[in-house]
Every structure is written in C-alpha cells, then in structure tokens.
C-alpha cells in the first residue's frame, strides 16, 4: 500500500465548476499536510497548508480528518488556469521527509 | 519565484556514467533536500543535508550520494547510472528554524540516461 494515495483523474471540468480532490495517507504518526501543484514540466509550488481545523484561501478549501487519515481539496468557481496537477503531501513529526501522492490531474476547459 | 536555483536544467548521460547535479538553496535557508520524480509519479524522497551532514535518507541505494557547503549549497551524485535514473530531479530548500519545515523546490534538473 503506498503512504499517499490520490485519485490520478484526469478531472475534466468546466469554467466555474466545484471540484474535489481526496487523499489518504497511512502514517498516523503524519504530522504536517500539504497541497502542491505542479505545472506540465516544471515543479510542484505549495499550494497550501492543511491545518488541523480545515483553513480556506481564497477559492481553495483544505480540510484534515485525522481519524480517517484523510485530506481534501475543494476547489471553487474553476479557472482554465487551475489546470495542473495537484499532489497531496504529508510529513512525520520532526521529519523533513516529505511524501507525495502521485498527483490528481485537473483540466478546466471553456 | 521561490529563489532555489539547480543547474544544469538538462543533462543527456549514457548507462555507466556518473552525474553531479547542483543546487542553490533560497536566502535564509539552511536545509537541502533532494527528490526524484519518475514520469507520471509523485517525488520520491533521496535525502536531506542540514549542517553539511545527510539528516535523513529515502529508499535509494549508495550510489546516490550528496554534499552540502558551507553556504547551504548542495551536490547530487549519482555514480553507475542507470536508465531507471532518468528522471526529473528535485532539490527543495528549507528552515530547521520553521515549524512547518515547509520545502520549496527549484525548477529540477531533468535527466536522461540512455
């Protein structure tokens, strides 16, 4: 079983659709969550941190739900620029290592 | 743009070479970490440098090996490669001060082992 494990997609949605990503990570010890997105060929980019009580920036919604082990994204009104790949990562406590889910691709089109 | 630098961007090395790839962590930080990331998957982690001492390491074998300088800079080197090595590498900086520890990442080093 991998430590990450996402949903690959594709996604295919419209502009201004509602989209959500799931995650599961199986190291309960996991301390630190986060969303990257990494654009075609270039590196992934922290998205967000996922705090324990769920935090929202702008458009993007990250909720923790350490019970289940489980992370989500939602993504509101899409843009044709939201189109990338979204990776779930989580790291242990006091462990710079991080981890990465194999990513979710999204494509938003007009 | 996140200030990690890696050079080369593209490298072309046959099987049984050996590679040095390089990277310049952001101002401020004092933490390298190293990752391959195979088409189609998420990074995999190879290791970290902190104080000029690996402080932590991925699932990869010895032939994969790493510096770091004084200013914070690192070395990746990879001795007998292989095709499986062909990848894009990754180097992220960090701050042992950050509680987070987030990481950000240079744009990589694409390499091709044929």
């Known amino acids: 079983r991998k430590e990450v494990e996402q949903d690959p997609g594709p996604f295919n949605v419209p502009e201004g659709a509602t989209v959500a990503f799931n995650c599961t990570y199986s190291?309960?010890?996991?301390?630190?969550f986060f969303w990257y997105r990494q654009d075609c060929r270039k590196e992934p980019k922290l998205l967000m941190s996922?705090?324990?009580s769920g935090n929202e920036d702008g458009r993007f919604t990250a909720q923790l739900n350490r019970a289940s082990q489980y992370i989500s994204l939602l993504i509101r009104d899409s843009k044709l620029s939201d189109s990338a790949t979204y990776l779930c990562?989580?790291?242990?406590?006091?462990?710079?290592?991080?981890?990465f889910g194999a990513g979710t691709i999204l494509r938003v089109k007009s | 743009e996140t200030g990690v630098t890696q050079s080369p961007t593209h490298l072309i090395k046959t099987r049984g070479q050996q590679v040095t790839l390089r990277c310049s962590s952001q101002?401020?930080?004092?933490?390298v970490s190293w990752y391959q990331q195979a088409l189609g998957q998420g990074p995999q982690f190879i290791f970290q440098?902190?104080?000029?001492?690996?402080?932590g390491r991925g699932n990869f074998p010895p032939r994969f090996s790493g510096l770091q300088f004084p200013n914070y800079s690192s070395e990746l080197n990879v001795n007998a490669l292989e095709l499986d090595d062909s990848a894009l590498y990754l180097c992220?900086?960090?701050?042992?001060?950050?509680?987070?520890?987030?990481?950000?990442f240079g744009p990589g080093t694409r390499l091709l082992v044929l």
């Open positions: 992220a900086s960090s701050s042992m001060g950050d509680s987070w520890r987030t990481q950000y």
């Open positions: 996922v705090y324990s």
């Open positions: 440098y902190y104080r000029e001492e690996e402080n």
């Open positions: 190291n309960s010890a996991s301390q630190s």
């Open positions: 990562v989580v790291n242990a406590i006091r462990s710079d290592k991080l981890v």
């Open positions: 101002s401020g930080h004092n933490t």
